[in-house]
């Protein structure tokens, strides 16, 4: 006796909706996929932070950029009207 039947599978597929609802179910796979991912990465000694600086652009070297510069600061005086000065 396996889910090879199709009768089976549609069973199941009833009963998980009644059970959990159909809002629950998409956060339950993502919730299992997640642990799975995790559960993967442990077991190849993998670390988050390894394939967050893997997945970083590069420079390209044939084509290097310069930095942004940061833009100008500006003066927040409204002409014609006197700066104000701290006077103690």
């Known amino acids: 006796m396996g889910l090879d039947n199709p009768?089976?599978?549609?069973?199941l597929v009833v009963l998980l909706l009644l059970v959990f609802g159909a809002k629950r179910?998409?956060?339950?796979?993502r919730?299992?996929?997640g642990?799975?991912?995790e559960f993967?990465?442990?077991?190849?000694?993998?670390h988050p932070a390894d394939s967050q600086e893997q997945q970083?652009?590069?420079l390209n070297a044939g084509n290097p950029q310069a930095p942004a510069q940061a833009p100008a600061q500006t003066s927040s005086?409204?002409?014609g009207e006197p700066a104000a000065t701290d006077q103690r």
């Open 40 to 46: 993967k990465q442990s077991i190849n000694g993998e």
């Open 56 to 58: 970083k652009p590069t």
């Open 7 to 11: 009768i089976h599978v549609a069973l």
């Open 31 to 33: 919730s299992l996929g």
């Open 35 to 37: 642990g799975l991912r």
């Open 77 to 79: 005086v409204v002409q």
């Open 25 to 29: 179910i998409p956060e339950i796979g």
